[in-house]
């Protein structure tokens, strides 16, 4: 499975834009690359997932150079209930069974 | 409320105690997973069941743990003779093994809100 590295922490104000880079230099021909939020005392949620390009959703939009070794989530206009943890997950699509790997992930901190 | 739930939420226990959890999935997954998580740590997977088949188990999971699912309904983890390294948060979570046709996740999981185990 391919290793993920993200910031350890990032801080934001509510209203801003907040962006996750997730370095993936391994990521293999099949691999998708996920994105969870995991609030304090709950259970890791999904975001989104995406493959290459751009996908976008309700919450957050996921951007994937061509290269694919790196990707980005994006948080528009952050409130506080957007402090969590966000974790990038990398792994195979033909993977069925899907046993996730996380690593540490990100420490967001939404600040008034 | 259909989503996943965990039994009992937290757990005080002595060293040396055995203790059991209980997860209920989303009805209709068939897959069911066990998660371990210390803090500052993102979840470790332990095991994963297919129906009431075990299909893998991690070398986190010592011959002191084991997990069932007998009926591929609910599931038990049980820790024998519990240790103080054995505290953290046991999380569980279901998927439908189904690939995504609605822009989701492929093979998205959906985590309970754990068991907080502590040890003394």
């Known amino acids: 499975l391919a290793k993920t590295t993200q910031p350890i922490s990032m801080d934001s104000y509510e209203g801003q834009e907040v962006n996750i880079t997730c370095s993936h230099n391994?990521?293999?021909?099949?691999?998708?690359i996920t994105w969870y939020q995991q609030f304090p005392s709950q259970g890791p949620r999904f975001i989104i997932q995406?493959?290459?390009t751009k996908v976008t959703n309700e919450v957050a939009s996921l951007f994937i150079p061509a290269d694919r070794k790196s990707s980005t989530l994006s948080l528009p206009r952050v409130s506080l209930s957007d402090t969590a943890v966000y974790y990038c997950?990398?792994?195979?699509?033909?993977?069925?069974?899907?046993?996730?790997?996380f690593g540490a992930g990100t420490q967001v901190v939404v600040t008034p | 409320d259909t989503g996943v739930s965990q039994d009992p939420r937290h757990k005080i226990t002595k060293r040396g105690q055995n203790v059991t959890f209980r997860c209920d999935p989303i009805s209709e997954h068939n897959r069911l997973y066990w998660y371990r998580q210390t803090l500052g740590q993102g979840p470790e997977f332990l095991t994963y069941?297919?129906?009431?088949?075990?299909?893998?188990k991690s070398r986190l999971l010592s011959d002191r743990f084991s997990a069932e699912r007998p009926k591929g309904s609910f599931s038990t983890l049980e820790i024998q003779r519990t240790e103080q390294g054995d505290s953290a948060m046991y999380l569980c979570?279901?998927?439908?093994?189904?690939?995504?046709?609605?822009?989701?996740?492929?093979?998205?999981?959906?985590f309970g809100p754990g068991t907080r185990l502590t040890v003394l």
């Open positions: 997950l990398v792994g195979d699509k033909a993977d069925s069974w899907g046993k996730l790997q």
């Open positions: 995406g493959y290459k």
């Open positions: 391994n990521i293999a021909t099949n691999d998708y």
């Open positions: 979570a279901s998927s439908s093994g189904q690939g995504s046709t609605s822009g989701r996740a492929n093979n998205e999981q959906f």
């Open positions: 069941f297919q129906n009431e088949a075990q299909l893998e």
